[in-house]
């Protein structure tokens, strides 16, 4: 079936170090690429997202395009800040029966802890 | 808008014992999802309802879990009897006509069963 994969976590990063979370995808046709953020004690929200091969998401600084290539979502960012610490979860989604919307499917979540 | 409010937040239960997780959804939206968090599975969702019907409930791991939509403001997710794997974060999250990437999330109820 569909799956996510995201790298491992935890990431400890320094503030303004080069951040790099993979996230590669199983899926037939052509999915939606999504990356959520989850605050500590907070519920998650859409950081941004990627509806087809070789479109770009940005949001907030954070860069993701989608690799139909390579399969991939890497989401990326030229300089963390310690507001950046969060659960970053990777998520598609493919079009459902009769045009309807299918049910996301997440990755298991990179934890991101930047120091100062 | 307060967003979605989930309640409790946290939730201390023994085995065996019947949990209820209760969820306000933003108002104005007519869908209401329900998702689990776990270290091993990750993030699932359990069920979802479009104008207070459940629409899927495949999600949803055994009989032992139940949930309801009496009205558009108000949604349960009712664990009967809890088991220690059922230990988890439990989301709810709302949208507007069913679009699941343009929900909105709560805060969630992490519910510990011993």
Redesign the interface.
């Given at each position: 079936g569909d799956s996510v994969t995201q790298m491992e976590g935890p990431v400890t990063l320094s503030e303004e170090a080069f951040l790099t979370i993979n996230c590669t995808y199983t899926a037939t046709g052509y999915p939606s690429l999504f990356w959520y953020v989850q605050y500590p004690g907070e519920g998650l929200q859409l950081l941004l997202k990627a509806t087809k091969a070789d479109d770009k998401g940005s949001n907030k600084g954070f860069e993701a395009t989608y690799r139909k290539e390579t399969t991939s979502f890497h989401l990326e960012k030229g300089s963390v800040q310690v507001s950046d610490s969060a659960v970053y979860f990777c998520a598609l989604i493919k079009e459902g029966a009769e045009g309807s919307q299918g049910n996301l499917i997440f990755g298991k979540g990179t934890k991101l802890s930047v120091k100062p | 808008d307060a967003g979605?409010i989930q309640s409790p937040r946290h939730e201390v239960t023994e085995m065996g014992q019947e949990v209820t997780l209760r969820c306000k959804p933003i108002s104005g939206h007519n869908s209401l999802f329900w998702y689990r968090q776990t270290m091993m599975?990750?993030?699932?969702?359990l069920i979802y309802f479009n104008n207070n019907v459940p629409i899927?409930d495949s999600?949803m791991p055994e009989d032992r879990f139940s949930a309801k939509m009496p009205n558009a403001s108000f949604s349960t997710l009712k664990i009967q009897p809890s088991e220690p794997r059922d230990s988890a974060v439990y989301?709810c999250?709302s949208s507007y006509s069913?679009?699941?990437?343009?929900a909105?999330?709560?805060?969630?109820t992490r519910l510990t069963v011993v």
């Open positions: - | 979605v599975r990750g993030l699932e969702l899927d999600g989301f999250a069913g679009i699941q990437t343009e909105f999330f709560g805060q969630g």
